[in-house]
């Protein structure tokens, strides 16, 4: 079975400050990877995804994520930070179900922004 | 473009009453679609999926069901809601190509006293 570890709760940097949040996982095959977002009381929005070629991926806001399988992880970046970013990350892992894709996501990582 | 709405936005309701959250999706036919749970601190669990009308596949044991009654709509039930069904349920669609990627409602919040 898949799994996903966020080593970190909570991240504080400064606004305009570089950002970078963890994201290992385990799976069996090539893993579908991808990143969301969520604002307090809100849904979850797709920030990328990773499939498979290029292994640095863009997202919107001006994030990216780069899959390393040797190291098993999809670590998200920005280079600078604002404001508007505070929010709970999540990383998941898809795997195949029946018939679908099956997502399994790691516990979040909260992210607070200093100005 | 496709949107997904869920209903109602947030609910209080006693120990022991039914309970019955719907979600829709419009702009696409014959999604994959998906319930989940988001409680405190324990990121999100994935309850149900359904891959077609009547077909529903459960995640957790619980006393929880679902039900999609049409291609776009899919409904969470419960007979006698328990104080630990308190929580954030997110509804998702997919598509059904090999590279599923989710999209998520906006989410009910569900406290139940």
Do not use: M
């Not at chain 2, 059904?96 to 409602?105: I, L, P």
């Amino acid at each position: 079975a898949q799994s996903v570890t966020q080593p970190d709760i909570h991240i504080t940097v400064s606004e305009g400050a570089s950002l970078e949040l963890r994201c290992n996982y385990s799976y069996g095959a090539t893993p579908y990877l991808f990143w969301y977002v969520q604002s307090p009381g809100q849904g979850l929005q797709l920030l990328l995804k990773y499939f498979s070629g290029d292994t640095l991926v863009q997202g919107i806001k001006g994030f990216e994520a780069e899959f390393k399988r040797s190291q098993s992880s999809f670590n998200l970046r920005k280079p600078s930070v604002h404001w508007s970013d505070a929010a709970e990350y999540f990383c998941a892992v898809a795997g195949a179900g029946a018939g679908s894709y099956q997502l399994t996501f790691g516990k979040g990582t909260k992210l607070s922004v200093i100005p | 473009s496709q949107t997904i709405h869920q209903w109602p936005a947030t609910l209080v309701q006693p120990v022991g009453s039914p309970l019955s959250l719907e979600c829709t999706v419009e702009g696409t036919s014959n999604p994959n679609l998906y319930w989940y749970r988001q409680a405190a601190g324990r990121g999100l669990q994935l309850l149900f999926y359904s891959v077609g009308i009547g077909q529903i596949s459960s995640e957790v044991p619980q006393n929880l069901s679902a039900s999609r009654p049409q291609d776009r709509q899919f409904i969470l039930s419960s007979k006698k809601l328990l104080l630990s069904d308190s929580g954030f349920y997110l509804c998702a669609w997919g598509g059904t190509g090999d590279t599923d990627t989710q999209y998520f409602g906006p989410g009910t919040r569900l406290t139940v006293l």
